[in-house]
């Protein structure tokens, strides 16, 4: 299945809103710094489709974190699985 760097675009800009909710309810920033340490947003066109699809992943990874930590919404499992994931991809 072919991805396009427009729907990956899209999928970053969701988690980022995502994120911000998260921010403005009272979770920390702690969870969010590695993302924010990659300084890529879904603005940051000029990036490659590779560095988008890590930062969503490593986005996607924090954000399960916190809902799983916080409100065990989903398994810490699910978190771990996207830190994999995320490594994985950075290593390319």
Request: hydrophobic share 40%; proline share 2%; with cysteine.
């Amino acid at each position: 299945m072919q991805i396009y760097k427009d729907e990956l675009l899209h999928i970053h800009q969701f988690l980022i809103y995502l994120m911000k909710f998260l921010l403005d309810n009272g979770v920390s920033n702690k969870f969010f710094e590695d993302y924010e340490s990659l300084d890529i947003s879904p603005h940051h066109i000029h990036k490659t489709k590779l560095e988008h699809k890590h930062a969503i992943l490593l986005l996607a990874c924090n954000i399960s974190q916190v809902l799983a930590e916080n409100n065990e919404i989903v398994p810490l499992s699910f978190a771990k699985k996207f830190d994999e994931l995320a490594n994985r991809c950075s290593s390319k």
